[in-house]
């Protein structure tokens, strides 16, 4: 049918162009070619997530309890009672705000710096991507290396850097302290996900016409005040795009912690407990209980980004 | 024409692509789950597997290997494929209670008509034999033993120290440990990675202060956790960790290179490290050398890797075959030199083995047996996952939350009751 479509497309002359136009158009015809995507939507995303409510709410609680009865929320309120739970949760929140505000930052100098048209932009905006390229397993075993906590003169990685240019007061123990894990785990991800970031905001003042920063510059504004009130404002939809983004790839940090720290209890977030509890514990109606409380934190970032993009498009 | 026949080819290639899936392996093939793809595991598999294609040479050996982390990740994997009713013909478990939820969930077969056909009733010892005994069914074939409570040190780094020989009490290593940190040398190699090695040391403390008898009270209820017995053990694991390498992120291996370089002095590590180092080049005797850990000589605190026969196995008759092979003496010969273990059978040939090795196999006959912790043999995988857990928090934390600890240690008991 595809095929038959084509030809007709060469043949077309002018007064056969409505008839074309009305089948694309068509309903049916749309639908049809959606309908495998919906159906395999239905089944593996929204399925699924439906499966795991009902497991969050029953007795499943170990591999040999084969008890689906419902429990309500017996197993949520497990969870807050849970100290590894919210042990996890509160290093998921540092996490998060940690690595949000990190990247932004510098992913926003490093556009900023590039934005100029400086010479040589290609290369480093393909330099400052590279780090995207990479996995977060590849790099975490190697991050691994360079926070190692070692001091002094069994020092390596990062420490021992600090140590050879004479700065060894910054020398510091990164994941393994209790206070300060979260902080040092958010390093390798702000230095993965800033180059992104980076783009994204490149390409946000790149859309941006000249003639506003000339009008600006001819009404006697500083450079400064340029950036304040002219560019920044415009870049609000950017900045929201990078926040979703961030904030989703966040919460569902696994395999970075996973490849750095692995099932450490220093380190551990939701995604890793989760695993745990589902594939140590076997209590699969607890595990599903943490996978959708993750689900619910994406939601509340995600759901009114979403209707927001929807009403933005209404009103074009 | 030309595009249609493009998509000829395009639909041979999608059905070429489900045809060779491995889905279901074919009649006559035996598939076996492991952890072991690398190094002295992987070389003692296959010697077992040469083994076993003597006996069956039309079985077709199928190895689903899920490498690393001393089978965490490869736990995982199976625990999805028993639950979704996709078992393979045989998996490794640790002998023990590492097996008791695919008891609880009937997904293992009772092997203990096995046993007495074969002998194994007769050259496994007795007390290993209670202890995988479950209401008087045994699941599971054990193919080798590591012994857990091993002290290692370099003698070129303990003579520094002016120590000449290995101590004899747990007391004893901690006025050592103080010996080392003197001739600036870390007393203690610590492995922080994953939390296990630590709990590994930390059960080890555990055995040496209290005594087997109260050890093995404390994984049934008998001894309790918030006794002072366990307060003195946690006590002098507190010590023992202030004399620790100051990187909390080592994996073993890397933990076990201070004490062969001679940065470290002790290392109280399971006894497959003898076979790590040796294939790095290091001679035992030499380069490193070994006792029992101190305080709990004529105590073997084992750990076993074993074979199961899973419910609904798709080729239940080339399981038992492997499981036959794994359990005879020709097997376990061939498998244990390799890996660095020792035969569960006590008829097995000493001269196959190294010094260390024919030591551990003279231990295992005469020696009082207590189980591992961190590997499978008290608890289940919850209770042991829950207890690394609980140690590595003390241990990230310095050491300094004794109460919190000893609080941990009595929720992990009721994690694995629970499960």
Not at chain 2, 67 to 79: F, P, Y
Request: charged share 20%; hydrophobic share 45%.
């Amino acid at each position: 049918m595809a095929v038959a479509s084509l030809k007709n497309l060469k043949n077309l002359n002018d007064g056969r162009m409505p008839k074309r136009k009305k089948k694309v158009n068509s309903p049916w015809g749309g639908f049809f070619f959606v309908l495998p995507s919906i159906i395999a939507m239905a089944i593996f995303v929204y399925g699924m997530i439906g499966w795991t409510v009902r497991y969050s709410f029953s007795n499943r609680t170990s591999a040999w309890k084969k008890d689906m009865s419902f429990a309500g929320m017996a197993r949520y309120t497990e969870l807050l009672q849970d100290p590894e739970f919210t042990h996890a949760f509160s290093n998921l929140l540092k996490f998060t705000i940690v690595f949000m505000i990190g990247t932004l930052i510098s992913g926003l100098i490093m556009a900023l710096l590039l934005e100029k048209g400086i010479r040589g932009e290609g290369f480093f905006r393909s330099t400052y991507l590279y780090p995207m390229a990479i996995s977060f397993i590849a790099m975490g075993t190697s991050w691994r290396w360079l926070m190692d906590s070692a001091k002094g003169d069994r020092a390596t990685g990062l420490n021992l850097i600090f140590d050879r240019i004479g700065l060894g007061f910054l020398e510091n123990t990164w994941y393994t302290s209790i206070k300060g894990s979260m902080f040092a785990m958010a390093l390798p991800a702000i230095w993965q996900m800033s180059g992104y970031v980076m783009a994204l905001f490149l390409a946000g003042f790149r859309g941006i016409p000249d003639d506003l920063r000339e009008a600006a510059r001819v009404d006697g504004a500083s450079e400064f005040k340029i950036y304040r009130h002219i560019l920044f404002p415009q870049l609000s939809p950017t900045f929201l795009t990078i926040l979703i983004i961030l904030g989703h790839i966040s919460m569902k940090v696994f395999d970075l912690i996973y490849g750095i720290a692995s099932k450490g209890y220093v380190t551990k977030v939701l995604a890793i407990y989760m695993w745990q509890v589902i594939f140590d514990f076997q209590n699969y109606a607890k595990g599903a209980a943490i996978a959708i409380v993750i689900l619910l934190m994406i939601a509340v970032v995600v759901i009114p980004y979403l209707i927001y993009v929807n009403k933005t498009e209404e009103a074009k | 024409m030309l595009k249609k026949s493009k998509l000829v080819v395009a639909l041979a290639a999608v059905a070429l692509v489900a045809s060779t899936a491995p889905a279901a392996p074919a009649a006559g093939s035996l598939e076996i789950f492991t952890w072991w793809a690398s190094g002295g595991e992987a070389a003692g598999l296959e010697g077992m597997t040469t083994e076993f294609t003597k006996q069956n040479p039309d079985t077709e050996f199928v190895n689903a290997a899920v490498a690393g982390a001393a089978g965490t990740n490869a736990k995982g994997v199976l625990v999805s494929r028993m639950e979704a009713g996709n078992p393979p013909d045989t998996f490794q478990a640790h002998a023990g209670a590492e097996l008791s939820s695919y008891v609880k969930a009937k997904q293992i077969e009772d092997l203990t008509s096995l046993y007495k056909s074969e002998g194994w009733d007769k050259v496994f010892p007795a007390d290993l034999i209670k202890t995988l005994t479950t209401k008087g069914k045994i699941y599971s074939v054990p193919v080798n033993i590591h012994r857990a409570n091993v002290l290692w040190w370099n003698p070129a780094a303990a003579k520094k120290a002016g120590i000449t020989s290995a101590p004899t009490s747990l007391d004893g290593m901690i006025a050592d440990l103080a010996k080392f940190k003197k001739a600036g040398i870390d007393g203690i190699a610590l492995a922080g990675q994953g939390d296990w090695a630590i709990a590994h040391l930390f059960d080890y403390v555990l055995l040496a202060s209290m005594g087997p008898d109260k050890f093995n009270g404390l994984w049934n209820g008998k001894t309790k956790w918030n006794k002072k017995d366990v307060k003195t053990a946690i006590k002098k694991f507190a010590k023992i960790l202030s004399y620790g390498n100051s990187s909390k992120s080592l994996d073993w291996p890397d933990a076990g290179k201070l004490v062969t370089e001679g940065k470290a002095g002790y290392f109280i590590m399971g006894d497959w490290a003898s076979s790590q180092w040796q294939s790095e080049g290091l001679k035992l005797g030499k380069d490193y050398t070994w006792a029992p850990g101190p305080g709990t000589s004529g105590i073997y605190q084992w750990l076993s890797d074993s074979f199961t026969l899973p419910v609904g196995a798709p080729n239940r008759e080339a399981g038992i075959a492997w499981l036959k092979v794994a359990g005879s003496l020709a097997g376990q010969d061939a498998f244990n030199p390799k890996k660095g273990s020792i035969a569960v059978r006590t008829d097995s040939d000493p001269k196959l083995y190294d010094s260390y090795l024919k030591a551990a196999m003279k231990s295992w006959k005469v020696d009082r047996l207590v189980g591992s912790t961190v590997h499978g043999v008290n608890y289940g995988n919850a209770g042991m996952s829950a207890y690394n857990s609980v140690v590595g928090k003390f241990y990230a934390g310095n050491a300094k939350d004794k109460k919190g600890f000893a609080k941990g240690l009595v929720a992990a008991y009721k994690t694995n009751k629970a499960a």
